[in-house]
């Protein structure tokens, strides 16, 4: 017997493009503009350390593994 069932996304959490020095606050770049970059330049905020690697996050299907 076959038991049949949505997959669900899984994803990994975004990786933080921008920071707020002052506070310490980052904002991945995705969905709304948190409160501190709205209306500013993004590139005073932009935060090159923790960009660099975000073209390896990778959204995956659960069940789905890469091979070994």
Not at 3 to 19: G, M
Not at 50 to 61: E, H, P, Q
Request: aromatic share 10%; proline share 3%; glycine share 8%.
């Amino acid at each position: 017997m076959r038991l049949e069932h949505e997959s669900q996304n899984v994803t990994a959490a975004a990786v933080p493009k921008y920071r707020d020095f002052q506070s310490g606050a980052t904002w991945s770049g995705r969905g709304r503009a948190a409160h501190w970059i709205v209306d500013k330049n993004r590139d005073d905020f932009f935060h090159w350390q923790s960009a660099r690697g975000a073209g390896n996050v990778v959204a995956r299907k659960a069940g789905c593994h890469p091979a070994q």
